[in-house]
């Protein structure tokens, strides 16, 4: 019999940017709250699970066209980067700065270097996961 | 005020951990899957729904702190535990699990053209 997964794909559509929006929520709030790269990664890779459950893998493919191994590879480059970026300035391995800059937006906001390596490992996560999870799933 | 604001967190709070416990019962007595899993997805929503908006009233009121996730949570346990639901009473149909002794219709049956007579699967 051929299933109709209209109610699924739907509340899939609905509910991903709910999920998706948290995910970056968690990232962001990672240096103040609970939450950080890690748990941001494995929430955005939820999401995309998500859409494949609901969908086919090709469709997936054609929405995010992503091959994710070299997601994991960006991901450590922005942190090997973050840490000898702190070479040119004198300073050891893996320092860290932050200044308070006025953006035009947003006003004052304190820009940590910490939040670039995060962005490393959050690409790492969520390469990780979908490269693990993709290759189990196209198993034919 | 705060005291109205106080008893209503409370009532909430009661009503959703009433709603939990009644949704377990229904999940322990009731005889098939899809009575199971019509107590488990009904009751069960609404009760952890009551839990968090009394939750999220404690802390705006007590606190004067508006958590927006709770918020948030409430919409989407709204949304995405019916579908959880429904998707595992369809996966239970689909498979062949048996309806209880004591269901009397099954339109879906019917309607597949499979089999004219309801009731046929429990001989």
């Known amino acids: 019999m051929k299933t109709n997964d209209i109610i699924l794909q739907t509340v899939t559509k609905v509910t991903l ?8 929520h968690l990232f962001f709030a990672g240096h103040y709250y609970p939450g950080g790269g890690f748990v941001g990664g494995l929430m955005t890779s ?4 998500l859409l ?3 969908f086919d893998m090709k469709t997936v493919a054609n929405i995010l066209p992503i091959d994710y191994k070299y997601m994991i590879a960006t991901g450590l480059l922005f942190a090997v980067g973050t840490g000898a970026g702190a070479l040119l300035f004198n300073a050891p391995f ?3 700065a932050f200044k308070d800059v006025y953006l035009p937006l947003l006003g004052k906001t304190s820009l940590h270097t910490a939040v670039l390596f995060d962005t490393g490992v959050f690409l790492v996560v969520v390469g990780v996961t979908m490269t693990i999870i993709q290759t189990i799933g196209e198993d034919e | 005020m705060i005291e109205i604001i106080r008893i209503i967190i409370i009532v909430l709070i009661l009503i959703g951990a009433f709603l939990s416990l009644v949704a377990a019962f229904g999940v322990i007595r009731l005889p098939d899957v899809y ?5 488990a997805s009904k009751a069960a929503t ?3 729904m009551s839990v ?4 999220f009233l404690y802390f705006y009121a007590e606190e004067g702190h508006f958590n927006s996730r709770l918020i948030l949570g409430i919409i989407f346990i709204f949304m995405t535990s019916p579908v959880a639901g429904h998707l595992i009473s369809r996966a239970a149909y689909n498979a062949g699990v048996p309806l209880a002794d004591v269901s009397v219709q099954d339109d879906l049956k019917t309607k597949k053209g499979s089999q004219v007579s309801v009731n046929q699967e429990k001989p």
């Open chain 1, 17 to 24: 940017f709910i999920i998706i929006l948290f995910s970056i």
């Open chain 2, 46 to 48: 609404l009760g952890v």
């Open chain 2, 35 to 39: 009575t199971r899993n019509h107590a």
């Open chain 1, 46 to 49: 939820g999401a995309i699970v």
């Open chain 1, 52 to 54: 494949l459950l609901a």
């Open chain 2, 52 to 55: 968090l908006l009394g939750t």
């Open chain 1, 94 to 96: 893996l320092t860290h």
